[in-house]
């Protein structure tokens, strides 16, 4: 199993930039293909960015693409998402989740971390 946590989310002004940081407990954390998440208020869960397992491979949706990146560190235990040239719809509460080998969904979460984009 893996326990994560995120961190960095915050108020900024549209045009700013924001890293996200989730942390992963456990040894096997390469192991797990890695998302980012969002949920805008009144809106669904949507994903925002996965990782491959060795960090080679990432997708973005098409709303961040060019804009947001993902990135890992394994031997951190350490899932990023840098978030530049911000717009106020980018405002939604941001989870990292966890898939393991074989896992059909994401069944691991973080509590979420607030990112708020002003106009």
């Known amino acids: 199993q893996v326990q994560l946590v995120e961190s960095g989310g915050g108020l900024v002004q549209a045009g700013d930039s924001l890293r996200l940081s989730c942390a992963a407990s456990?040894?096997?954390?390469?192991?797990?293909?890695m998302a980012w998440f969002r949920q805008a208020p009144g809106k669904e869960r949507e994903v925002v960015a996965i990782?491959?397992?060795?960090?080679?491979?990432?997708n973005y949706i098409d709303a961040v693409k060019g804009r947001f990146t993902i990135s890992r560190d394994n031997a951190k235990n350490t899932v990023y998402l840098q978030m530049n040239s911000l717009k106020p719809e980018d405002t939604a509460v941001y989870y990292c989740?966890?898939?393991?080998?074989?896992?059909?969904?994401?069944?691991?979460w973080g509590q979420g971390t607030q990112v708020t984009v002003s106009s």
């Open positions: 989740a966890a898939q393991a080998i074989s896992a059909t969904n994401y069944g691991y």
């Open positions: 456990g040894r096997t954390f390469s192991s797990y293909v």
């Open positions: 990782i491959s397992r060795d960090g080679t491979n990432a």
